[in-house]
Every structure is written in C-alpha cells, then in structure tokens.
C-alpha cells in the first residue's frame, strides 16, 4: 500500500477533458498521487482517467475532500459513497474535511466522528483536514486522538509561507501539504526564483518543489500542460544549498491568496 507521495498533481479548476487529459498525462509521466475534492467536480473524469490509464489501483493515493456543505450527519457519509461512485473506486486513501464548519456551525466534533466512521468502514485509508488553523488542529487531535490526522493540507509558497501551522503541525507529527505551491504560476515570475533556476539549469518551478521537499512538506501542484507536468516530477534533480533555502525564505509576505468569506479567522 502507497503511502502519500512527496508530490501529487492537483485539479482545481480542471474540467471536463481538461481534467480527463490531465490526469492521463500525469499518470504518464510518473505521478501516483493525485488530489481533488468534491468542491472541483471533476471526480468522474478523474474516474474516467485513472481507468483508461490502466494504472494499477494500490499504486495510486487518490485523495478527495468533504464540501463544508456536505457536514451535516444527513449528508457527510453519502457524499462520500458519491465521491467514490464518480471516481470508480471503492476507496479512497486520504479524505479531508475541505474547511472546518463556518463560523463552527457544525460542532467539529459531529463531523470528525462521521470523517472516523468513514474510515472504519474502510472507505477512505487515511483521514486529514484541510484549512484547520493550530488552535483547529488542537482541537481536531482531542477529538479524534494522536496519530489520527495524516495531513493538513494549506496554502503555502514561497511568497505565504504559513511557518508557525507547520511547526505546529510537525510539533504533532502531522504532514502538512502545500496547496497552490507556485501562487497560481506567479512563482515563475520572480526574480529570485529564476535566479536560482538558472545556477542549475532548472526552472523555478523545479527549485519551489524542492525547497518544500527540503521544509518536509508535501506538495500537489497542477499543470495542464504534459511538458511541464514532466518539469515538475523531475525536481529531485535541483539540490539546493543553505543560502539558496534562505533566499527563498526571504521570500515570505504572507500574500494570502484563497481567502473565502466562510474561512477560519487565520493564524
Ligand atoms: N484545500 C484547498 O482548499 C485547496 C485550495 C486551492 C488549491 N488546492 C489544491 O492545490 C492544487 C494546486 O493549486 P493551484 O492549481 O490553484 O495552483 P498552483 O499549483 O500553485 O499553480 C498552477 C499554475 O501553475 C502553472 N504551472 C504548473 N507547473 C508549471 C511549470 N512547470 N512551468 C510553468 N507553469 C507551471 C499552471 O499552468 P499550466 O496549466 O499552463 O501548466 C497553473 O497556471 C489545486 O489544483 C488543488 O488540487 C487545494
């Protein structure tokens, strides 16, 4: 059985054949790790494409996330068995609660109880949260216990580093995974970062997924397009020095980009 990749490939805002083609092209180029959620609706054509590929089930970690709608005891489990239904599997390995309950409208403890019975029924290997702020973390480990939570999965690039969640996290044993690891593409742009592509031939892409292997976090960027798909899976050639992780620290402004109006008051 997988256990989470360092890389996955993410699907926000990939539709129809954009989403089918993608995932194809990912499983082509090496991916095993892929991440959507209910929210993106693209679950059946990822579906669609993990069977076409005819990529081996257990060699994949197919991760998906509960809607903050979906979080009430009526609906958390069938939106589940639907998510499966779309995606043509009979498991997923990881489900995360997408954000925590607005405004805790939903107790957390309601819907952490429902993400656990999930589990035990075998329909998901692994459960994680996403969004959670440190005091929703300490909150979400009282309910469901340590060890329980694999990841928290947030926004974070150069430019939004979110340092204290993830020493909070790891202080916990708790994975943290990087959403939007090149700020939506803005990463390509900066100066530093392709200062520091150029020393290795490499492109900045590249140098981000390996400052966030370096950091101990995972990460699950997207690209529709094959070419950089490939640029993105061959980073582990970049090994970057001490001053060039500094540089790119230095990066940090707390430029927050996914910020909805039913967020959590963030840390
Ligand atoms: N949990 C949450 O609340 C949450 C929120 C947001 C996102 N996510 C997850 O995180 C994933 C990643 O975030 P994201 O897709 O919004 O943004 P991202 O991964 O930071 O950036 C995607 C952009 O980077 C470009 N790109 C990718 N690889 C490239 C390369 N090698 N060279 C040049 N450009 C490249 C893509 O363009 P091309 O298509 O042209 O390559 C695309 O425009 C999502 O897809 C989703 O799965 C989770």
Known sequence: MQSMPQLGVGT???EDDVARRT??????????????AQFYGNEEQIGDAIQTSGVARETLFVTTKVWHENLEQGTF???VHES????????VDLLLIHWPSPKDNIPMSN?????KQVKQDGLTRHIGVSNFTMAQIDEAESILGKGEILTNQIELHPFMQNRQVV?????RGISVTAYMPFAVGKVMKDETLIAIAKQYRATPAQVVLAWLEYKGVHAIPSSTDK??????????????????????DELDNGERIVNPDFAPDWD
């Open 23 to 36: 995932i194809i092209d990912a499983l082509d180029v090496g991916f095993r790790h892929i991440d959507t």
């Open 167 to 171: 020493e909070h996290c790891k202080e």
């Open 227 to 248: 070419s950089h798909l490939k640029d993105n899976i061959s980073y582990t050639s970049v090994n970057l020095t001490g001053e060039d992780i500094v540089r790119i």
């Open 111 to 115: 819907y952490l109880s429902l993400l």
């Open 12 to 14: 926000f805002r990939l």
């Open 77 to 79: 489990i069938p939106s």
């Open 84 to 91: 499966l239904s779309k995606l043509k599997l009979a498991y």
